[in-house]
């Protein structure tokens, strides 16, 4: 390890999430390699249970690993699509939530769990973000739910917003800079367990 970095290894199958988070962990002496692979997600009711057992398949990694387990949650369809939310977009897009949502609270949030590893230790970290679905997808950037989330205060999508404006205040940007901040002080590498 060189003096002031820290190496971390991110496992994800999905390279908008490396790319926002390399991005977000560079400021805390974070140098991020991606490992481009699909870990086994159990069917869970929580994004945490899901993070866990990513980070549970995780094999013959050396160093720090790193997953996360997201999701959009919409409470007034009762928290759905949550932890189905890659599933039901590959398999259905956006129109049947946006059909279903012409009549109901477009309110949602994205929530992130994030999971480090090291050895035998783990650590987890949790970001979300508040926003609203906004009537049809608009925007090309991001990649997933982005053109059709507009986060409070907004008025754009995700998906319309560059990069660093989307990390400043999104779900994996609150969760990663935690874990950041934990990296980037060692003295507390040895006080928190997850
Ligand atoms: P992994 O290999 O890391 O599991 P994945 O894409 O399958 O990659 P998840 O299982 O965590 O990731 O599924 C989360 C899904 O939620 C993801 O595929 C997107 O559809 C959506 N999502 C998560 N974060 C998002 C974001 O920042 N913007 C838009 N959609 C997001």
């Not at 990649?143 to 319309?160: C, H, L, M």
């Not at 404006?165 to 980037?184: M, P, Q, T, V």
Request: hydrophobic share 40%; net charge positive.
């Amino acid at each position: 390890m060189r003096a002031g970095v820290t190496d971390v290894t991110f496992v994800t199958s999905n390279p908008g999430k490396f790319r926002e988070a390399r991005a977000v962990l560079r400021p805390y002496g974070v140098e991020l390699a991606w490992r481009r692979r699909s870990l086994p997600e159990p069917q869970a009711d929580s994004l945490a249970e899901v993070a866990r057992a990513k980070i549970d398949g995780v094999r013959g990694l050396a160093g720090y690993v790193l997953v996360e387990d997201s999701g959009l949650f919409i409470p007034s369809l009762n928290g759905f699509p949550g932890v189905y939310s890659a599933h039901f977009l590959t398999t259905w897009g956006f129109g049947p939530v946006l059909e279903l949502l012409r009549h109901r609270d477009r309110r949602a949030y994205f929530r992130t769990v994030a999971a480090l590893g090291r050895n035998d230790r783990r650590w987890t970290f949790v970001g979300e973000v508040r926003g609203t679905i906004a009537p049809r997808p608009r925007g090309r950037n991001g990649f997933g739910y982005d053109p059709i989330f507009v986060p409070e205060g907004w008025e754009r999508t995700f998906a319309e917003a560059p990069a660093e404006a989307k990390n400043r205040i999104s779900h994996r940007a609150r969760a990663l800079r935690k874990a950041g901040r934990f990296l980037a002080h060692p003295s507390r590498r040895t006080s928190r367990r997850g």
